[in-house]
């Protein structure tokens, strides 16, 4: 599992654009909270040879998957919160999972912890309000 700002990063399969190279159907996980994203560890060793060689022939458009096998099942296993496209479900799972965590931070007495715990759901909380409006 992979975390970020101490929150779980969710795993989807989407496009990045590296040095000027359009990778789509990668593997990638990201963070809801601060928007960061990185390639999944599980195929970032290819991605990084990939990348090599993509440079070395100026490409400037690769299908991962076209390079690379992808089990996704090994995949969704290793990243638990996985982007089906249902965002109100995904946010949804994120404030469960941050809840769980904030109910831990507290046995322990981390206040620190708890504050960030709680600054993480009003941003969550503010995400599937905009997602909710959207939708109506």
Same mark, same amino acid.
């Given at each position: 599992?992979? !975390?970020?700002?101490?929150?779980?990063?969710?795993?989807?399969?989407?496009?990045?654009?590296?040095?000027?190279?359009?990778?789509?159907?990668?593997?990638?996980?990201?963070?809801?909270?601060?928007?960061?994203?990185?390639?999944?560890?599980?195929?970032?060793?290819?991605?990084?040879?990939?990348?090599?060689?993509?440079?070395?022939?100026?490409?400037?458009?690769?299908?991962?998957?076209?390079?690379?096998?992808?089990?996704?099942?090994?995949?969704?296993?290793?990243?638990?919160? !996985?982007?089906?496209?249902?965002?109100?479900?995904?946010?949804?799972?994120?404030?469960?999972?941050?809840?769980?965590?904030?109910?831990?931070?507290?046995?322990?007495?981390?206040?620190? !912890?708890?504050?960030?715990?709680?600054?993480?759901?009003?941003?969550?909380?503010?995400?599937?309000?905009?997602?909710?409006?959207?939708?109506?």
């Amino acid at each position: 599992m992979n !975390w970020c700002c101490g929150a779980m990063m969710i795993g989807s399969i989407g496009a990045l654009r590296v040095e000027g190279i359009v990778f789509e159907r990668l593997p990638l996980v990201y963070c809801p909270v601060c928007r960061r994203f990185e390639v999944h560890p599980l195929v970032s060793d290819a991605f990084e040879l990939l990348l090599d060689y993509a440079q070395g022939d100026n490409a400037r458009h690769i299908v991962f998957d076209d390079f690379v096998t992808i089990d996704e099942a090994e995949l969704r296993a290793h990243q638990p919160l !996985w982007d089906d496209g249902e965002p109100l479900l995904l946010i949804q799972a994120s404030i469960d999972q941050a809840l769980d965590l904030l109910s831990a931070a507290k046995a322990l007495g981390d206040v620190l !912890w708890k504050r960030e715990l709680g600054d993480r759901l009003k941003r969550l909380a503010a995400l599937k309000s905009k997602i909710e409006e959207r939708q109506n």
